[in-house]
């Protein structure tokens, strides 16, 4: 038998998904931005929803940023946020790789060479 003080605040990580392991969506990742959709009533989401929901209502986070603060496994957060996906409270976007982001300064330069022609 376990002493209590390593029982005590111990939560096994599929609680809060009711015991799914697998997402909706298979799209998100760890570098996945999640925003919330504040419009949508939060009233009636369970414990750790209700927590993901607290910690993204002053803008996007990550979802290792969330397990972060949740101090949660990363795969039970993608449950969570699936979850929220699709009821509507949030909505995800993957970021920008950085091969597409644009170099205004490198773009700046080519403009100024193509004028030169």
Do not use: W
Not at 1 to 10: E, I
Not at 19 to 34: F, H, I, V
Not at 59 to 82: M, N, Q, S
């Amino acid at each position: 038998m376990m002493p209590a003080r390593l029982r005590t605040g111990l939560v096994r990580s599929h609680t809060p998904t009711g015991g799914r392991a697998d997402p909706a969506r298979s799209s998100l990742n760890e570098s996945t931005l999640l925003y919330p959709d504040l419009t949508v009533e939060r009233a009636g989401l369970p414990g750790k929803t209700q927590q993901v929901m607290e910690f993204l209502a002053p803008g996007a986070l990550a979802v290792a940023e969330v397990a972060a603060y949740l101090r949660l496994p990363l795969a039970v957060v993608k449950v969570l946020a699936a979850d929220l996906i699709t009821s509507g409270h949030i909505v995800s976007r993957t970021p920008v790789p950085a091969e597409q982001q644009h170099d205004c300064d490198l773009l700046e330069r080519i403009l100024h060479g193509l004028e030169q022609l």
